[in-house]
């Protein structure tokens, strides 16, 4: 089971951080991806993490590359994805999801607004 | 970027008949394990995308033996037999050959 929170309200050029809790797996051997919705884009992947097993090394799409960071704490099996610089394009339902390959476990979404 | 298309982008079923979708990559998505990096979700209406297919074939577990995948390189159908009511939603394709993976637009999927 994965459960996202901190969504919200934002205004342009703020942050916002969300967090993904996950149990029911073995979290530590996860890769881990945030994806959102949007009613313009569809579904969109956001970023990556791999496993700490294989280095907790990061993948990101271009559009939030440089602005979002994505990070792990195996310990609490908890997920988190920094949002810097938020435009009005970041709007939309976040999902985090398990899985390298394939997307086993989603998230229920949470939303994130950015408006002035 | 891997492009993902799917057609048709909307589909009217009667219940009890067969359903079929399909997935085109621009690239293809043999993956060097050897099978087809290609997922099929079903994201029912309020809900979150659930997994339906992935590695182009394989059913994930608890997915009724009515859904079935198949395809290979970058060409790839989703097929619902007897489709049923539970079956109403928008059905996405992924591709994760490589990095940013990437979604088809979703077909929406609605009874008769």
């Known amino acids: 089971q994965l459960i996202e929170s901190g969504g919200g309200l934002g205004k342009p050029g703020e942050s916002l951080t969300l967090s993904c809790a996950a149990s029911?797996?073995?979290?530590?051997?996860?890769?881990m991806s945030w994806a959102r919705q949007t009613p313009g884009k569809g579904l969109e992947w956001i970023g990556r993490?791999?496993?700490?097993?294989?280095?907790?090394?990061?993948d990101y799409a271009a559009p939030v590359k440089g602005r979002f960071t994505i990070s792990r704490d195996d310990s609490n099996n908890m997920l988190t994805l920094q949002m810097n610089s938020l435009n009005n394009e970041d709007t939309g339902i976040y999902y985090c999801?398990?899985?390298?390959?394939?997307?086993?476990?989603w998230g229920q979404g949470i939303l994130v607004t950015v408006s002035s | 970027d891997i492009v993902m298309t799917q057609s048709p982008l909307s589909l009217a079923v009667t219940p009890g008949e067969t359903a079929s979708i399909s997935c085109r990559s621009s690239?293809?998505?043999?993956?060097?394990?050897?099978?087809?990096?290609l997922a099929w979700y079903l994201q029912k209406p309020g809900q979150s995308p659930q997994l339906l297919i992935f590695?182009?074939?394989n059913r994930a577990s608890g997915v009724p033996d009515r859904f079935s995948g198949s395809g290979s390189g970058t060409h790839f159908t989703l097929t619902i037999n007897r489709v049923e009511a539970d079956d109403v939603g928008v059905y996405y394709c992924?591709?994760?050959?490589?990095?940013?993976?990437?979604f088809g637009p979703g077909t929406k999927v609605d009874l008769k």
């Open positions: 999801a398990s899985g390298g390959l394939w997307f086993e476990s």
């Open positions: 029911g797996l073995t979290f530590s051997r996860a890769w």
């Open positions: 993490i791999k496993s700490t097993n294989d280095g907790a090394t990061t």
């Open positions: 690239q293809s998505l043999l993956h060097s394990y050897g099978a087809s990096a």
């Open positions: 590695l182009g074939s």
């Open positions: 992924m591709q994760a050959v490589q990095t940013p993976i990437t």
